[in-house]
């Protein structure tokens, strides 16, 4: 793959990292809630009820969707910015 | 007929594996196909690579016999994904570097790095294995009928064939393949539950073309002689009982009891026995009855099946005892092995164990088809109560191996 390269593509490597670990980050907080919930209040996935659903599939499902959503925000934050140097 | 299927599978993925191994030389070509792969294809083989034996059988299996604490391991798998993309996936492929260890290597340059970095890949996919092994036997056995340890060395010898030969090119075309596969078809059978909906054991489901019918275990009342039953059974006499005591407590938990009965036969056109076994219509051929596992005998001019099964004393509403059947697969220490009472070579389908006890009132015993979130809601209101599959195996008074599940 050949392609010039813009500028300041040291401080895009540089981003690159930063964003990387900082969504990494708060992906674990958001998982690490609910392995919190699943192991001090084991009753409250069963009970409460959002959309006809227990907090336990909820959480479970929201984990996946977040996860893709993290996905789709990461491609759109680290676009290759080819243009901006050459205008 | 299914060995056949199964080589024709084989030597399809065999030969995209050497198709596509032509086209990857090198290094670069042997751990990432060059990155000429589609991102198409590529998403669909980390699917498959997803929807392994470890989801496909083994979370349903951890849902199914532990419920909601399987649910939790589901999630496991996740979290690991989301830190390969976002921390290590972009940095491996600006650096350029394949592996694992290679990348930490370029950042530390010490040589424990490496072997650190090795042993701890080689011990994860050890335990990552394992369990696809075990899958892999798991299902050959019953689908082309060989044994277990000759399906893990099939299995691993033609992966180790497509992985050696074609590299990563081979081998994410092959995953896209069985990924393609499994996500198809497990959305057929989701979009199949879904149509049947949920019925409790009470409410059978009338035979139909896939001839799933719901089978009702059968339960007699008991009269006492001492310690020993009377049951009103045909022909019927109890041999054996297993009792399993609770440690702390010493009260009796769980009571089998071994109950020789008669069954009706019916004699089909070609003039060979048929009885019905929970349910299941079995033709007794002529090795069963030399064997001498089970025997035929005649009263009032009628024949007659001896079975000999197990069933399960529990208390019925009014504080007396019932008698229910189980399904029981029985070793005899003779070598022969019996699935509720008959040879396991003539007949070998047992009942689905588990169910459902208990619908919502709304319900009346059946939903009929049912979406997605109604399925889930269903199964985690109140109401709902579900039968649990349970099993017991212990060594009875003659020697033979027993396991019941009632």
């Known amino acids: 793959m050949s392609r010039q390269l813009p500028a300041d593509y040291e401080a895009y490597e540089l981003r690159k990292i930063k964003i990387g670990i900082r969504m990494t980050i708060l992906y674990a907080i958001v998982y690490a809630g609910f392995i919190a919930f699943a192991v001090f209040q084991p009753g409250r996935m069963g009970m409460q009820f959002f959309f006809g659903q227990n907090l336990a599939i909820t959480y479970g499902l929201g984990l996946i969707i977040i996860a893709i959503l993290f996905a789709l925000i990461y491609n759109h934050l680290l676009r290759i910015p080819t243009l901006n140097n050459k205008e | ?406």
């Open chain 2, 1 to 406: 007929m299914a060995i056949i299927v199964f080589l024709i599978f084989v030597l399809l993925i065999l030969g995209i594996s050497f198709k596509s191994g032509k086209r990857s030389k090198g290094v670069g070509g042997y751990f990432v196909a060059n990155s000429s792969i589609n991102w198409g294809v590529n998403g669909i083989a980390f699917a498959g690579s997803y929807l392994s034996v470890a989801s496909f059988l083994g979370i349903c299996g951890l849902i199914a016999f532990f419920g909601y604490d399987g649910f939790l391991y589901s999630i496991g798998f996740l979290a690991g994904w989301v830190i390969a993309l976002f921390v290590i996936a972009e940095p491996m492929k600006r650096r350029g570097t394949f592996t694992f260890s290679d990348a930490l290597n370029e950042s530390f340059k010490r040589p424990g790095i490496q072997l650190a970095a090795g042993l701890s890949i080689l011990v994860v996919s050890l335990f990552y294995i394992v369990p696809q092994m075990v899958g892999a036997g798991v299902l050959i056995e019953p689908l082309l009928g060989i044994s277990h340890a000759w399906g893990v060395i099939i299995v691993g010898a033609v992966v180790i064939l497509i992985v050696t030969t074609g590299g990563m090119t081979s081998t994410t075309y092959v995953q896209f393949f069985n990924g393609g596969l499994l996500l198809t078809f497990a959305g057929v059978l989701t979009a199949a539950i879904l149509t049947r909906g949920l019925q409790t054991a009470a409410h059978p489901v009338p035979a139909n073309i896939s001839g799933l019918e719901n089978y009702q275990y059968q339960q007699i009342s008991i009269e006492w002689e001492g310690e020993t039953p009377l049951v009103d059974l045909p022909g019927g006499s109890v041999s054996d009982r297993y009792i399993t005591i609770n440690a702390d407590t010493g009260d009796k938990e769980q009571v089998f009891f071994l109950i020789s009965r008669l069954v009706e036969l019916d004699l089909d056109e070609h003039g060979a026995y048929m009885a019905e076994i929970k349910g299941h219509p079995v033709r007794l051929q002529r090795s069963d009855l030399t064997k001498g596992l089970v025997s035929i005998e005649t009263h009032d001019g009628r024949d007659y099946l001896r079975l000999q099964d197990w069933w399960q004393m529990i208390s019925d509403d009014n504080g007396g005892y019932l008698l229910e059947e189980t399904q029981s697969r029985i070793t005899s220490r003779h070598g022969g092995t019996l699935v509720n009472g008959i040879p396991v070579e003539t007949f070998s389908h047992m009942r689905l164990v588990g169910g459902i006890a208990q619908l919502p009132e709304e319900y009346a015993g059946s939903t009929g088809p049912i979406g997605p979130w109604k399925i889930l809601s269903v199964l985690s209101e109140r109401a709902t109560i579900l039968q649990r599959p349970k099993s017991i195996s212990f060594q009875s008074e003659n020697g033979d191996l027993v396991t019941i599940h009632y």
